[in-house]
């Protein structure tokens, strides 16, 4: 414990200097040679090292990034753990879910699922997710993996009516019970609707009803393809977004995954609920489900952050190369160089992804949760790097780097990744019995 000027209860703390820090705020503040101070969970300084550094001169761990970059951790909007990536993925949307999807989940053990939500969860921190939004099956298995890797994770079910064999509100509410707040509240617990053609009015209300007993949040999908459109107006003669905003699903609490096939009325919904949307854009191109009105979407003020979706419908969980792929399919498909800039993308990552789930993170200032990471730049990635006002950072934080270049992750003021290895776990194990699991729950199903 260090005794220093300020907060003398501090347990922890955590000096970081020498680093080039992208502090993602509104003004795009950046150090060519910053000092982050971490006191326990929160972020206490930040500055130019040379300002700062005579003020902090203990801490209980000091870390030299010199050549490095500083950034808030990633934020993964939309997060399936998964255990099956590489199987049965040439097939299209339904096709892959009746084949594959829904088989491994149906069947996928506590302790099947423990081992590869663990995977997930390394995958997506040792490529600089700090936060992941994760609907999966047995979650509490989950929210296990989440507390002992160090991952901040928000958590619920995959919820769908009874006949369809997944989960129900009433597990959704246990799973609330056993695991929200814990872990010093980077475990919270939404309630998960999978999506509308497994789902009936009455579910959808009572989500909204169970949401707003437990004053929490809501992740569902929505049109995410046409055969989903189609699919909703057949059995509730509304298209998906229209008859969630029937059944009180919309609203600023709730994260709303694809939005492939919105109509304008659709994106006026979401504007008017405050609802937020999950941009999914390798997954979406993957299964063949096609591209969202993005554009539109940020025209119209909707906050839009990016999820992977998947391992099985995206094999990566890295969010660097799907931010890559979010700016270039947009500017393909709109023959619009000039669409989705570098630091439009990043902040949809960041920023946006901490607003959508109200958190305390997303930029590198006083007060926010230390959740952040280091990049390594001395590759070639990083090569030529330009620093002050003309700064090509960005860019190539934005469509040249991945998530191999994270060199250190922190969540929550402590060190889950130094030198790409996971501090909290032994990958090793993780990996072996990730493989192990996935084999064995095959073989049953």
């Given at each position: 414990m260090v005794n220093l000027p300020g907060d003398n209860k501090v347990k922890n703390r955590i000096v970081i200097k020498n680093g080039v820090l992208l502090v993602m705020d509104d003004a795009w503040t950046l150090y060519d040679d910053g000092m982050v101070v971490i006191e326990d969970d929160k972020i206490a300084a930040?500055?130019?090292?040379?300002?700062?550094?005579?003020?902090?001169?203990?801490?209980?761990?000091?870390?030299?990034?010199?050549?490095?970059?500083?950034?808030?951790?990633?934020?993964?909007?939309?997060?399936?753990?998964?255990?099956?990536?590489?199987?049965?993925?040439?097939?299209?949307?339904?096709?892959?879910?009746?084949t594959a999807w829904y088989p491994l989940t149906r069947n996928v053990s506590s302790q099947e699922a423990y081992w590869a939500a663990m995977c997930s969860y390394s995958e997506a921190i040792r490529s600089g997710a700090t936060t992941v939004n994760d609907q999966w099956r047995q979650m509490e298995a989950c929210g296990d993996a989440a507390e002992a890797i160090g991952m901040r994770a928000v958590l619920c079910c995959d919820v769908a009516d009874d006949e369809h064999q997944l989960d129900s509100?009433?597990?959704?509410?246990?799973?609330?019970?056993?695991?929200?707040?814990?872990?010093?509240?980077?475990?919270?617990?939404?309630?998960?609707?999978e999506w509308l053609p497994l789902s009936s009015r009455k579910l959808?209300?009572?989500?909204?009803?169970?949401?707003?007993?437990?004053?929490?949040?809501i992740h569902i999908h929505l049109n995410e393809s046409l055969s989903e459109v189609q699919e909703s107006l057949r059995l509730f003669g509304r298209r998906p977004t229209e008859f969630a905003y029937d059944c009180g699903i919309l609203g600023s609490d709730c994260v709303a995954a694809h939005c492939v096939w919105l109509s304008d009325a659709e994106i006026a919904l979401m504007r008017e609920t405050g609802t937020n949307i999950s941009h999914n854009p390798a997954?979406?191109?993957?299964?063949?489900?096609?591209?969202?009105?993005?554009?539109e979407m940020v025209r119209?003020?909707?906050?839009?952050?990016?999820?992977?979706?998947?391992?099985?419908?995206?094999?990566?969980v890295d969010l660097f190369s799907t931010m890559k792929f979010a700016s270039l399919i947009h500017r393909a498909n709109r023959v619009d160089a000039s669409l989705f800039p570098p630091q439009e993308v990043l902040a949809m990552a960041t920023k946006n992804g901490s607003k959508a789930l109200k958190h305390n993170t997303g930029s590198l200032e006083v007060g926010k949760k230390a959740d952040l990471i280091l990049i390594n730049l001395k590759n070639e990635h990083f090569t030529p790097l330009v620093l002050g006002e003309q700064t090509n950072i960005y860019s190539h934080l934005l469509f040249?780097?991945?998530?191999?270049?994270?060199?250190?992750?922190?969540?929550?003021?402590?060190?889950?990744?130094?030198?790409?290895?996971?501090t909290m776990v032994d990958q090793d194990e993780v990996f072996a019995k990730a493989n192990e699991a996935f084999h064995t729950l095959l073989k049953r199903i």
């Open positions: 930040i500055g130019p090292t040379s300002d700062l550094a005579p003020k902090y001169p203990q801490a209980d761990r000091v870390i030299d990034a010199r050549g490095k970059a500083v950034m808030p951790g990633l934020v993964n909007l939309h997060f399936h753990s998964g255990i099956g990536k590489g199987y049965c993925d040439h097939l299209p949307l339904m096709e892959y879910l009746m509100l009433a597990d959704n509410e246990r799973l609330y019970q056993a695991k929200h707040g814990r872990a010093n509240g980077r475990i919270e617990v939404y309630v998960g609707i959808l209300v009572g989500a909204r009803d169970l949401a707003n007993k437990l004053q929490t949040g997954s979406n191109a993957k299964l063949g489900n096609g591209i969202a009105r993005v554009p119209a003020g909707i906050n839009v952050g990016v999820g992977h979706d998947a391992a099985e419908c995206n094999n990566s040249a780097a991945n998530g191999a270049d994270v060199h250190t992750s922190i969540i929550d003021g402590r060190v889950v990744m130094e030198d790409r290895r996971l």
